[in-house]
């Protein structure tokens, strides 16, 4: 699924992205928490995927925000979850996966 992507060969090896997008796919069905409210669930979601994102390299931040940014595949089951976010959500969580390079530039991972 990853390597389609055009910034070539990645870090991780394909067990690695299976467990990226098996643990963000969870996040994103996980059901409210008793006495959340819709937004704290949302709020708890988009920060436990940023959690998530924030292990990848460079070069798979990168190839993750191309693969979620773009219209999602029928075949591609975290693109779609990820696209039923809200903008808001999906934009700032795109940009955390672009701000990767600056972020280990800098040593900040979160």
């Known amino acids: 699924m990853w390597r389609d992507c055009e910034y070539?060969?990645?870090e991780l090896d394909d067990?690695?992205?299976?467990?990226i997008d098996t643990k963000s796919i969870s996040i994103l069905?996980?059901?409210a928490l008793f006495g959340e409210t819709v937004t704290e669930t949302f709020n708890r979601k988009e920060l436990e995927l940023a959690?998530?994102?924030a292990t990848l390299g460079?070069?798979?931040?990168?190839?993750?925000q191309h693969r979620l940014a773009g219209m999602p595949s029928a075949?591609?089951?975290?693109?779609?979850?990820?696209?039923?976010?809200l903008d808001a959500r999906?934009?700032?969580?795109?940009?955390f996966l672009g701000s990767a390079r600056r972020r280990t530039a800098q040593g900040v991972y979160r």
Do not use: N, P, Q, S
């Open 90 to 95: 999906r934009a700032r969580l795109i940009a």
């Open 75 to 85: 075949f591609d089951e975290l693109a779609r979850k990820f696209a039923r976010l």
């Open 51 to 53: 959690v998530v994102f």
């Open 58 to 64: 460079v070069d798979d931040a990168l190839a993750m």
């Open 15 to 19: 067990l690695r992205h299976h467990e």
């Open 8 to 10: 070539g060969d990645t």
């Open 29 to 31: 069905d996980a059901r």
